[in-house]
Structures are given as C-alpha cells and as structure tokens.
C-alpha cells in the first residue's frame, strides 16, 4: 500500500490539467446556484449567534502548506475553567446540529475550491497540530489538495477509525480520475440524503488523532 500507483489511464492527464478546471465551474455553479440558501443560513447564523457567522480556521493543504478554510459557525466558543475550550458535544448549538446533519456548514468551501486552496473532492483537511503526528504513509494525503468530500466521507465518514481513514486517503491519492471523482461526488449526494455517518461513534466529530 506505500507503493505508488501511477492510477488508472488517464489519471495522470485529469488530476494535472482538468480536475482544477472541473473545480471552478462546478465551484461557482453551485455558489450561484445556492447563493438564497447561503443568504438564509447567513441571516439566521447572525440572529441565533449574535452576529456571529463564520467560522475561520487554519488548515494544511496542497503538500501541507496551510490556509484558511471556511465554514459556518455551528459551536459557541464556551471554554471551561482552565480556559481550553469545552469538548464539541458541549458547544455546539441545536441549530449548528440541524446545519451539520446536512453538512450545511461546508458549503463555504466552494469558495476555497474557486481560490485553488482545495477541491471538490480529496482528503478532508485536517488540523494542523496533526501535521507532526503523521507516519510517512499518512503524510501522502497531503500530495493532492484537500476536498470538500472524499473517500473516507462515503465510507463512513466519522463513523470510521484513523487507521481506515489515512487508507482511504492514500488509496484516492494513487487513484485520482475523472470516474473516481464523479463516483465519489454521487455517493456523497446520496449519503447526505440518508444523514449517514455525520456524527462519530464518540460524539459530534471523530476524535482526535493521537498518533500512531
């Protein structure tokens, strides 16, 4: 499995030229598209949380390097008393459970993709307090960018371990195609239909890597 794979034919000619072209037509169809619900979660983000909308956070992308990525704020910022922030069944708001059921909260990502800082589809980007945690088979996920969706999300999403989740990573890694990503696109739809996998077997997200 560490062995590089050239992937299937054509592969190599979509991941270098046509996946980022794909990237900013779909991106910005479906911003405009989307653009009245986008408004209506803005609105209501803004009376429920005090104004408070967005949510901004550093992630590593392409080969690591980091950017900001953008979601809508679904968790208060309450922190216990030794000032760390509470765990993420604590925080989040029953309106932030209804936007995250239906993976609402990512749709700021399009703008990401449109700004060349991930794609449609690929590993999630993760957190970067991970980056000194990755083995050299873990740190290859980082060698395409990073995706709204991805392998891992329609095998079950959180409700998956790490170790089964960095192979998914690295198995799209060796596969990239046009095919794979349509496919991964339509399994994605419909696990959202389904609400399958949102939360993790221990709470809202997956819990934190620790290692290996």
Do not use: C
């Not at 890694?173 to 996998?197: C, K, N, P, Q, Y």
């Amino acid at each position: 499995m560490n062995r590089k794979s050239s992937g299937p034919a054509g592969g190599s000619w979509y991941r270098a030229h046509l996946k980022r072209l794909l990237d900013i037509v779909l991106s910005a169809g479906l911003l405009a598209a989307l653009s009245p619900l986008l408004m209506l979660i803005v609105i209501i983000l803004a009376a429920a949380n005090r104004g408070k909308v967005f949510f901004l956070q550093q992630r590593p992308g392409y080969l690591g390097q980091p950017f900001i990525i953008w979601k809508f704020k679904t968790m208060r910022d309450s922190r216990g008393t030794d000032g760390q922030l509470l765990p993420d069944d604590l925080r989040i708001t029953r309106l932030g459970r209804l936007i995250r059921a239906f993976s609402l909260d990512e749709l700021l990502q399009l703008v990401n993709v449109i700004r060349g800082e991930m794609s449609l589809v690929g590993p999630r980007p993760l957190l970067m307090e991970y980056l000194p945690l990755y083995n050299e088979f873990q740190h290859r996920r980082h060698e395409v960018r990073p995706g709204i969706t991805g392998l891992a999300q329609v095998r079950g999403r959180n409700n998956t371990t790490w170790r089964r989740r960095f192979r998914y990573d690295v198995f799209y890694v060796e596969h990239v195609s046009l095919l794979f990503d349509l496919r991964i696109l339509a399994e994605t739809a419909a696990a959202l239909m389904h609400r399958s996998g949102v939360e993790g077997r221990a709470g809202v997200t997956m819990e934190k890597f620790q290692g290996n």
